[in-house]
């Protein structure tokens, strides 16, 4: 098994055998160069590629390079080895960072959504895949500001990550302080398992002031986050409310100041990151089938036993029990 790994500063897309030691070395390394600067060459100095992909069907590799204004593509073979296909070539100083896939339904049919950072808008371009061994896709068919009619993306924000659920597009907007302006936008938040809120942000869904219908889908998420009651307050006036008073309804976990804002969550996620994982896995699937069934079936109820008991028998059980009675940090492997 392959993991690959896209390196922004050093300018190069790497595989690397599983699992990974100290000795290991890449299987396969495209490294870039640019010819000259790009149109923003204070971001185009050099070749940015920020994260690799597959497509719906797993069988090639995407990676959006913001420096040089390219989707680069490559082909899975059978042995695992990657194979370099035509990149896709984006609007010059457009800057893609993000992708990600909707899939038409009850077709073969595919678009890639293109996250452009330094144009502040997201591509849509439909995959083509002709008789050739790699896809390749027809122009751009939709550009999008992921913001409602009127409004501009704020000029200390940028477009930044975006990800697919069912026929919703979620784009996340950096530097960003109102997630109301978003729509879905503080749906997304709600779906994560811990948030963290900046003291001056503004927090709300704007469906009422759109004529907007909401998703069935989103509405449960926000049952289930802040109750009944102030779901219909947040759904029937489409009023915005602070950090603290997001805080005081379970909307948000904690409040930090402004500037500690990105600190304090990568902080939040080393200690998280720092526990033993089988332990974080088990504990949030426990949590999550909890959440879902208020009644467990007799089936679940054994599944949720049976994973209990499978972690008295795991290393990393044995050693969080050693490493607490030599009072020392434990060494996990997730095993």
């Given at each position: 098994m392959l993991i690959l790994t896209s390196d922004s500063s050093g300018a190069a897309v790497s595989t690397f055998q599983i699992p990974i030691t100290d000795s290991s070395t890449a299987v396969q390394t495209f490294e870039f160069t640019l010819a000259k600067p790009g149109p923003n060459p204070d971001r185009q100095d050099a070749p940015h590629p920020h994260e690799v992909f597959t497509d719906p069907e797993r069988g090639f590799i995407l990676s959006p390079d913001l420096g040089a204004d390219l989707v680069r593509i490559y082909q899975i073979t059978g042995s695992g080895q990657l194979r370099e296909c035509d990149p896709l070539s984006v609007t010059p100083g457009n800057g893609p960072r993000h992708g990600a896939w909707y899939v038409i339904p009850g077709t073969d049919q595919y678009v890639l959504y293109i996250v452009n950072e330094l144009s502040n808008n997201v591509v849509s371009y439909p995959i083509n895949w002709g008789p050739g061994e790699c896809i390749s896709f027809n122009s751009s068919s939709q550009v999008i500001t992921p913001y409602p009619p009127g409004e501009s993306i704020p000029s200390t924000a940028n477009v930044a990550e975006i990800r697919s659920t069912g026929r919703n597009m979620?784009?996340?907007?950096?530097?960003?302080?109102?997630?109301?302006?978003?729509?879905?936008?503080?749906?997304?938040?709600?779906?994560?398992?811990?948030?963290?809120?900046?003291?001056?942000?503004?927090?709300?869904?704007?469906?009422?002031?759109?004529?907007?219908?909401?998703?069935?889908?989103?509405?449960?998420?926000?049952?289930?986050?802040?109750?009944?009651?102030?779901?219909?307050?947040?759904?029937?006036?489409?009023?915005?409310?602070?950090?603290?008073?997001?805080?005081?309804?379970?909307?948000?976990?904690?409040?930090?100041?402004?500037?500690?804002?990105?600190?304090?969550?990568?902080?939040?996620?080393?200690?998280?990151?720092?526990?033993?994982?089988?332990?974080?896995?088990?504990?949030?699937?426990?949590?999550?089938?909890?959440?879902?069934?208020?009644?467990?079936?007799?089936?679940?109820?054994?599944?949720?036993?049976?994973?209990?008991?499978?972690?008295?028998?795991?290393?990393?059980?044995?050693?969080?029990?050693?490493?607490?009675?030599?009072?020392?940090?434990?060494?996990?492997?997730?095993?």
């Open positions: 979620f784009v996340s907007v950096r530097n960003e302080a109102s997630l109301a302006r978003q729509v879905g936008g503080l749906e997304l938040a709600v779906s994560c398992d811990l948030r963290i809120c900046a003291a001056g942000a503004e927090l709300g869904m704007p469906p009422a002031r759109l004529g907007l219908i909401y998703g069935h889908t989103g509405l449960r998420r926000f049952l289930e986050t802040i109750g009944l009651p102030r779901t219909r307050e947040m759904f029937f006036t489409g009023r915005n409310i602070d950090a603290a008073r997001a805080e005081r309804i379970g909307l948000v976990n904690e409040v930090v100041d402004d500037e500690r804002i990105e600190a304090d969550a990568v902080a939040l996620a080393a200690t998280i990151a720092a526990a033993a994982p089988l332990s974080t896995r088990g504990n949030k699937q426990v949590i999550d089938v909890l959440a879902a069934n208020p009644v467990l079936s007799p089936a679940q109820e054994e599944e949720l036993v049976e994973l209990r008991r499978a972690c008295f028998g795991s290393a990393d059980f044995r050693e969080g029990v050693r490493a607490f009675a030599e009072k020392r940090r434990p060494v996990w492997t997730g095993e």
